[in-house]
């Protein structure tokens, strides 16, 4: 089962890489962002990409520049994420062959977002968006667009967030925070496979 939950490995460092990403596949989640803002992140994306890059969606996020969507594209990463909707940094990430999920907040930004090829939307902030602004936003967008609820949501929300149609989430802090061992991200993990499985 490929779960639409992408988690957001931010403040990771390129030791850590590795077996954090091992507890995230083995418990059932194969989409990871490393944010642009963590220590050394062109590293530990390589070294994701090493262990997982055949078997897991590997990226950025906080990916605010195209210089760095074609670094990306060079080391064989499959996805960027921003938190903006930025349509020259959309439009290389698709030029390049890479999944796009930039960050839009009003549906001016989600049409821009889309008019430049983005392939799903993170919703950012979701927590201050809420379940009804998302339906609201739902009404006008086209049918079939992915959407992904990022920032303030966690396992208690995922029923209602998918009863307001969203197609899944970017999970942070409640699945690693710097220093957290492997050992607490594979129990996290599957907490949060185990609510997401019961509410899709």
């Known amino acids: 089962m490929s779960r639409e939950i992408i988690a957001i490995l931010r403040g990771l460092t390129p030791p850590e890489a590795g077996p954090i990403a091992d507890a995230l596949v083995e418990a059932g989640i194969s989409k990871i962002e490393v944010p642009l ?18 078997n897991a969606l590997v990226g950025a996020g906080t990916v605010l520049d195209v210089n760095d969507v074609d670094k990306l594209h060079k080391m064989g990463a499959h996805m960027v994420v921003s938190p903006d909707t930025n349509a020259a940094v959309i439009m290389a990430t698709k030029q390049a062959g890479m999944l796009s999920f930039p960050g839009v907040m009003t549906p001016t930004e ?18 201050l968006l809420g379940v ?20 303030g949501v966690g396992p208690n929300d995922f029923a209602d967030w998918f009863g307001a149609g969203v197609t899944g989430f970017g999970i942070g802090s409640a699945l690693y925070k710097p220093g957290m061992s492997a ?9 949060m496979v185990a609510a997401y499985d019961e509410s899709v």
Not at 42 to 53: D, K, M, P, R, T
Not at 110 to 127: E, H, I, M, R, V
Not at 183 to 191: E, F, K, L, N, Y
């Open 37 to 54: 803002n963590s220590p050394q992140p062109f590293e530990s994306i390589g070294n994701i990409l090493l262990a997982h890059g055949a």
């Open 183 to 191: 050992a607490d991200v594979a129990a996290r993990t599957a907490d």
């Open 132 to 151: 009804s602004g998302l339906k609201a936003i739902s009404a006008v967008l086209p049918k079939g667009t992915k959407t992904y609820a990022v920032g």
């Open 110 to 127: 989600c049409f821009t977002a889309l008019q430049a090829g983005a392939d799903g939307l993170k919703l950012f902030p979701a927590s």
